[in-house]
């Protein structure tokens, strides 16, 4: 039972490159949502997926894009990634809202 | 007034000491609430969930007052094994899917 897992561990990208990040639950847990962590801002919601199929913007969607995969993956992408994206991103995963949330252990992402 | 707000600290403490964090939130809606702790360069993990009655686990108590919009985490005689960023998190409330706002953190600093 590995939880919540997340690919890459570590990322750099060029301004205006983009890539995907990966998340996967083995929980069976119907909720998972993208984070991400700036020194001084503390979490942020970038978009959660309440249930398999259904997405929803959080505090700061722009720049990004998901997709629930299946019920076990949610994918975080960045089309054209800025510095300001440079950051720690974190995925999470919940059996029911508004119920703990399982975090994977992150990605480290710079965008030069 | 911010939606969830906490000292930052940092807190440096003895071993064996007696630590109180406290917290405020802005959104009565809010329904549920939780610390969570974060070591250095790690994920959040749920540390306990706070009840109107209170509740303790071990060496840690959580308390939550709605009148006041106020929660607070007592830890009794701290462990060098304690030193982490505890975040103060509530549910958005108001039907948002059990969306989390995370506090921006109290770093707390347990020396021998």
């Known amino acids: 039972n590995a939880g919540v897992t997340q690919t890459p561990k570590f990322q750099v990208l060029k301004t205006g490159q983009s890539m995907t990040l990966q998340c996967a639950q083995d929980m069976n847990h119907n909720s998972m949502y993208w984070y991400r962590q700036d020194p001084g801002m503390g979490l942020r919601l970038i978009y959660y997926s309440a249930s398999e199929g259904t997405t929803d913007k959080g505090e700061v969607p722009n720049g990004y894009n998901v997709s629930r995969l299946n019920k076990r993956e949610f994918s975080l992408r960045l089309e054209s990634a800025a510095p300001s994206q440079t950051s720690v991103y974190f995925c999470?995963?919940?059996?029911?809202?508004?119920?703990?949330?399982?975090f994977g252990p992150g990605t480290r992402l710079t965008v030069l | 007034r911010k939606e969830v707000e906490q000292d930052p600290g940092p807190f440096n403490v003895p071993e064996g000491a007696t630590v109180a964090f406290n917290c405020t939130y802005s959104?009565?809606?809010?329904?549920?609430f939780f610390w969570y702790r974060q070591d250095c360069r790690k994920e959040p993990k749920l540390l306990m969930s706070?009840?109107?009655s209170g509740n303790e686990d071990g060496r840690f108590t959580a308390q939550l007052n709605r009148a006041s919009q106020y929660i607070s985490l007592l830890i009794r005689d701290s462990k060098l094994s304690d030193s982490a960023t505890y975040l103060c998190?509530?549910?958005?409330?108001?039907?948002?899917?059990?969306?989390?706002?995370f506090g921006k953190g109290t770093k707390l600093s347990v020396k021998p």
């Open positions: 706070v009840y109107s």
């Open positions: 998190v509530v549910t958005r409330g108001g039907g948002s899917q059990g969306n989390l706002i």
């Open positions: 959104n009565s809606a809010s329904q549920s």
């Open positions: 999470a995963s919940s059996s029911l809202a508004p119920d703990t949330q399982y």
